[in-house]
């Protein structure tokens, strides 16, 4: 489902004070809230894929035995369509999310053979057919569950009805078959009409969780992170919303370990105005800058070669302009014609603090100055110890997100 760049899509970023107090037993780095008016829209994409993939249906061949007769269509085609209307609205009281197909139509073609065999009685004969249902409707509810991190589903009542089925024959005894015409479109009907919901709940049950099961719960980051969104309960259903709680957490690829801090309740919401809520708490975040510090990964070694072209010779220590030779005149004159590499390793976790008004981070580093000599060896200068703190603003204007920066604070030691 792909809900962005619709007008009528408003993606809010709530952002969240952090001395919440828990409320609920299970809290989860990230929240995603689909009301009644997402599914609405989910429900007309999911309409219009229907439609499309009724273009190129292709039915298999069909077998069946009844009593001493059995019987086979082979070669079977799709004459004409006529497309369902398909809607999917919340049902509060099975807890799951109701399906109802309705108005569908189809002729088909094939080719039939039959066999009755009774004592010394057999008759075996085939031909073509031409087989049409009308207003054919199905009702379907599905709920929710969850298995290993995934989400789960299974069928809680499924209901078919065909309106109108008529079968004709054509070809050689043609003639004799259609007397039969009206007890076969109504044994047909009732076959059917059971069949459709076996075929479907076993759709469900079975093939849509098998695709489940495989469903990925971490996306792999830079190599080194595993961001992992598995699902922390099963998915809510109310009158107003389906409601999914993500874990929201990252660990260190090579090192999966749980942070030894857990995410705050997340305030209750009630507006359901939009089609989709995704709350993103600092959870996920301070997560990362966790494992990012201490795994070592907030290092950075720069030299002259990772400045810009016209900042490129800023590391020398002897210039003509500016460089840092003539900021720090002492490294110029014990290390002339040398380049500087600064060797920079966070001390701290980097906090995070996301409040309704502003998002603050700060971070601590100390960043250690060598001196390159031209004979190619190395000096210890000097370690600065640097904090830097950062606060910036997130606000949604024009469905995109909007970050100002309104205050940063650094201090060397
Ligand atoms: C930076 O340089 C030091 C000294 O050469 C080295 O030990 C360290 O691994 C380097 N760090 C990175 C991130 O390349
Ligand atoms: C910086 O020094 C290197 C040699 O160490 C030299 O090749 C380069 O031209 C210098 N860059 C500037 C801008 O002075
Ligand atoms: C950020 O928000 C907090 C509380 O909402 C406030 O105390 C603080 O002054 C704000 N910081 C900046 C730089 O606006
Ligand atoms: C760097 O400064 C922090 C406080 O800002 C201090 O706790 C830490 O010990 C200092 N580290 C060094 C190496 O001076």
Known sequence: MYLCGQSVVRLLLLLLTTNVMATSAVNSGVKMRLTSKGITYASSIAEAAIKAELQSLHIPDQS?????LSWSLTNIQTQSVNSPSSQITLDPQQEGLT???SNFGISLKAD????YKKAWIKVSDHGSVSVGLHDVSLTLTAGFGQKDERPSIYSKSCSASIGDVSIDFHGGTAVIWNLFKGILERK???????RICEIVVKLVNEDANQALSKMKVYIQIDNCFLLDYGLVAAPVITSTYLEVLNKGEFYWAAD??????????????????SMLYVWLTEYAAKTFAYVAHNHGYLR?????????GDQAGYLNTTCSKMCIGKVIPQIA?????????????????????????NITSSAWADIDLVAHTPDGSTHYLLTLNVS???TVQASIADEKLVVVIVGDRKSVV
Not at 64 to 68: F, I
Not at 112 to 115: I, P, V, Y
Not at 188 to 194: E, G, I, Y
């Open 256 to 273: 999966k370990q749980e942070c030894p801090f857990s995410p705050d309740a997340i305030p209750p919401w009630s507006e359901d105005d």
């Open 188 to 194: 047909f009907r009732d076959l059917l009409q059971t």
């Open 112 to 115: 039939w053979h039959a066999k």
């Open 333 to 357: 004159k014990e290390y002339p014609d040398s380049w500087v590499e600064l060797q920079i390793k966070s001390t701290a976790v980097p906090t995070i603090q996301i409040t309704t008004e």
């Open 300 to 308: 950075y070694n720069l030299t002259n070669k990772n400045l810009p």
């Open 99 to 101: 399906w109802v197909l």
């Open 388 to 390: 830097l703190s950062l």
């Open 64 to 68: 069946g035995q009844d009593g001493h």
